[in-house]
C-alpha cells in the first residue's frame, strides 16, 4: 500500500473533522479516531476513505488496541494529528483534582499515550507529528488553570519529540488556535465575549476550523519537510498583540 494514511485524534467533529476532510481532499487516507462512537460512526460513514476507530485517547489499553488495528489494517502512519481534547474552564479556586484530572489524562496524557503508541508506524515512514495545543499554552487567561497548563505541557512535548524524533525522520510540530467559530463557541460565547475577541485579534474575526485544518495538513505534508520543532499560533495575530490595548492601536484613516 502506497497511499498516505492519516491517523487524526478528536476526529468526529470541530478541527478534527475538518483536517480529515482536507486529508481525504488531497488523496489520503484517514484513521478517524473518537470516543464518541455514535458520532463518529454518523460522519465516517459519508467519507469515502476514511475508517472509523472508537477509542478514548486517556485509556492506554484502548490507544495500544486501537494503534494495533490500525497497523493491521493498513501497515503505515505517514502522519498523526493529536486533536483530541477537552475545555473544562473554571476559576483557579474551583480546580479541584478531579476537574485537573479530567483536563489532564486526555489533553496531556492523551497525546502522549498516541504519540508513544504510534512510533513505529511514524519510524517506517518517516512521519510527521502535528498536536494541537491552544493560544492558551502561549499566554495566561482567567478561568484556565488545567487547560492552559495542559496545553503549554503539549508545546514542551512536542519540542522534546523534534528533538529525539529527528534522526528518524520523524517531523514534530504544534498548533496553537486562537478563538474559533465552531458551534460550541458560538453557542456558549455572549455578544459581549465576541466584541471583546474581535478587538483583540488584529484580523478582526474568529477563526474557522477549515483554517485550522490547512495549517496541519501544511505541517504534514512533503512542502514541510525542513519544518520541524516550531510552535505556529494560528490565531488571526491574537498572541503577537501580547498586552497591547486594542485602544491604543492605530486607527486607519
Known amino acids: 500500500m502506497t497511499q498516505k494514511l492519516a491517523i487524526v485524534t478528536g476526529a468526529a467533529r470541530g478541527i478534527g473533522l475538518a483536517t480529515t476532510k482536507l486529508f481525504l481532499d488531497q488523496g489520503w487516507l484517514v484513521a478517524m479516531v473518537d470516543r464518541d462512537a455514535a ?13 472509523a476507530f472508537v477509542c478514548d485517547v486517556s485509556i492506554p489499553d484502548q490507544v495500544t488496541a486501537t494503534l494495533a488495528a490500525i497497523e493491521a489494517q493498513f501497515g503505515r502512519a505517514d ?29 496531556l496524557d492523551g497525546v502522549f499515550l498516541v504519540s508513544q503508541a504510534a512510533l513505529a508506524l511514524l519510524k517506517k515512514c518517516q512521519g ?8 492558551s499554552g502561549l499566554r495566561a487567561s ?12 503539549v508545546i514542551h512535548m512536542t519540542k522534546q519529540q523534534a528533538a529525539e524524533l529527528g534522526e528518524y525522520g ?5 498548533v496553537c488556535p486562537g478563538p474559533v467559530r465552531t458551534k460550541l463557541a458560538m453557542a456558549v460565547h455572549s ?4 466584541d471583546a475577541y474581535h478587538d483583540a485579534i488584529p484580523l478582526n ?12 495538513c501544511f505541517l504534514c505534508s512533503d512542502k514541510a519537510s525542513y519544518v520541524t520543532g516550531q510552535i505556529i499560533a494560528a490565531d488571526g495575530g491574537f498572541e503577537s498583540t501580547g498586552v497591547g490595548l486594542p485602544a491604543l492601536r492605530a486607527t486607519k484613516g
Open 142 to 153: 482567567t478561568l484556565r488553570l488545567a487547560y492552559g497548563t495542559s496545553k503549554a505541557a
Open 128 to 135: 510527521a507529528i502535528v498536536n494541537i495545543a491552544s493560544i
Open 205 to 216: 474575526r474568529y477563526g474557522s476550523e477549515q483554517e485550522i485544518g490547512e495549517v496541519i
Open 79 to 107: 502522519a498523526l494529528v493529536n486533536n483530541a481534547g477537552v475545555a473544562d474552564f473554571g476559576p483557579l479556586e474551583e480546580h479541584d483534582f478531579a476537574r485537573w484530572r479530567r483536563v489532564m489524562e486526555t489533553n
Open 191 to 194: 455578544q459581549e465575549i465576541i
Open 170 to 174: 520523524i517531523r514534530a510540530n504544534c
Open 39 to 51: 458520532e463518529l460512526e454518523l460522519v465516517a460513514t459519508d467519507l469515502a476513505g476514511a475508517t
